[in-house]
């Protein structure tokens, strides 16, 4: 683990977009005639903060120094930041405790236990950066089937921003999906600016993807919690799901993702499911799928 350093150009730039999304009326001001750009003005964030025009225009341009703790609650109070975003400012600002680079951790048995023990309920071990470590068989065969894709491929957010299958199951809640996948790698970005794993990863997505492109551009951020999704399997039909995120460890960022049926026709199609797959190991993880693909070649 190490301590972040301030990105006060990135923090800068946070805070005049957000400043952009919030309307004099949200904070119980006067709209004041016709305003050239949309949200707040500076000096009104400053005066409802109780800091100095000048320092805050600083903190917007990246000059700002030593911003103390107060005044950095004081403004994301003002602009009505929600916990991921609070999270996402303090850490800009050098606050939080970031991940030090390196490769993903290992599964320890006992996880592999959990993902077996969860079937037939599709669950996976992920990283903050989406790639998947390990996944039970409902999970590998969603979609399609996972372990045949390529080591670089196992990550949930390629596959989902430029893979047909993947992207085709989101069906109506496509863009939903899309944008929350990006809003959650914006949040968690700044704790892994030097891990070249996660560079590579929003390099390879850029260059891919213009949805990602432009979900990243909005400098949405987004944490975890318990959501009703619906997918379409080839192979299970519609399944309508409650996705979760269990923390294994939470400053790495590391957890195991489960969908549970959200009604009892889920609950038959993802029973089927497994029947359907059953003669495949109970749980597979990313160093399988690499040994099985080397042995095949």
């Known amino acids: 683990m190490t301590s972040t350093t301030p990105d006060r150009a990135a923090l800068g730039a946070f805070l005049r977009e957000r400043r952009g999304r919030v309307a004099p009326g949200d904070v119980g001001l006067p709209a004041g005639g016709r305003r050239r750009t949309p949200g707040l003005r500076r000096e009104e964030v400053a005066q409802l903060a109780g800091v100095g025009v000048t320092w805050y225009t600083w903190l917007e341009q ?15 109070r003002v602009l009505r930041l ?24 290992g599964v320890r048995p006992e996880q592999l236990a959990v993902l077996a023990g969860l079937l037939p309920y599709p669950a996976a071990v992920q990283t903050d950066a989406y790639d998947l470590l390990a996944a039970n068989r409902a999970y590998r065969y969603l979609f399609d089937d996972l372990d045949a894709r390529p080591a670089e491929d196992r990550n949930c957010a390629w596959l989902m921003f430029t893979e047909p299958r993947w992207r085709g199951a989101l069906g109506d809640a496509e863009d939903v999906v899309l944008h929350n996948i990006a809003a959650r790698l914006r949040a968690r970005e700044p704790e892994h600016r030097d891990d070249p794993r996660w560079t590579a990863l929003l390099a390879r997505l850029r260059a891919s993807s213009a949805d990602f492109v432009r979900h990243w551009e909005s400098y949405d951020v987004a944490g975890d919690g318990t959501q009703l999704r619906h997918y ?4 299970a039909g519609r399944l309508d799901v409650h996705f979760q995120s269990l923390w294994l460890d939470r400053a790495r960022g590391d957890r195991i993702i489960v969908m549970t049926p959200a009604d009892d026709a889920t609950a038959q199609r993802l029973e089927r499911l497994d029947a359907l797959v059953g003669a495949a190991p109970a749980v597979t993880t990313a160093d399988d799928a690499r040994t099985a693909g080397a042995a095949a070649r």
Do not use: I, K, Y
Request: glycine share 6%; aromatic share 0%.
């Open 62 to 76: 990246g000059r700002a120094r030593n911003v103390s703790d107060q005044v950095l609650e004081a403004v994301a």
């Open 82 to 105: 929600d916990d991921a975003e609070r999270r996402h400012l303090m850490v800009l600002a050098g606050r939080e405790v970031a991940v030090a680079p390196g490769p993903p951790p």
């Open 232 to 235: 379409t399997s080839a192979r």
